[in-house]
């Protein structure tokens, strides 16, 4: 491979051009998912444009380039059409994780988490959203396959079933390391406000 000046710029801007993904607004100009956040890689967000599917409503300085258009790459999307919510969640292991923000229902602690039945499968409790909760490694091995009872332990709260809502809202409290200046407008995160 030369080493030129040519050469060095079209390798290195492919990869530049990975770094700029497009917020995806609904119709409502409401972001898809706030946990993960909606994003599209900017090709998507292009094609879509073309294919008239959404409107582009922020741009970035960056510009991709063919033989013959140059268009600035997209920062913040609309869809044209209106997508639906989904109304349930869907039993996951990251949807769990997120319905107990993170966090180990018997001690709180964050990080390596694991889950655990809440009525142990042993004694007849099953995998469901009421039953399941997210725990800490040393927590699950205190409890084993006892009652909360046995194990002289408590829940933070009550496990449930969430609505597809109710997780977003949760999501909104985790934004994400990363946000570019043109998507503020649209996300609305648990923070507080500066006068």
Known sequence: MRNDPYTTQFVRSP????????LVLNADYRPLSYFPLSLWPWQEAVKAAFLDRVTIVAEYEEVARSPSLEIKLPSVVVLREYVKPARLAA???FNLFLRDEFRCQYCGAKGD???DH??????????TWENVVAACGPC????GSRS?????????KPAGRPTAAQLQNVGR???PNHLHDTWLD???WDAELEP
């Open 118 to 127: 809440v009525i142990p499968r042993a004694a007849g409790g099953r995998t």
């Open 140 to 143: 699950n091995l205190r409890k």
């Open 113 to 115: 988490l694991t889950f």
């Open 186 to 188: 649209y996300l609305y």
């Open 148 to 156: 909360l009872r046995q194990a002289g332990m408590r829940l933070a």
């Open 91 to 93: 039993f996951t292991r």
């Open 173 to 175: 409290k985790f934004p």
């Open 15 to 22: 990869a530049r051009l990975k770094e700029h993904p497009a």
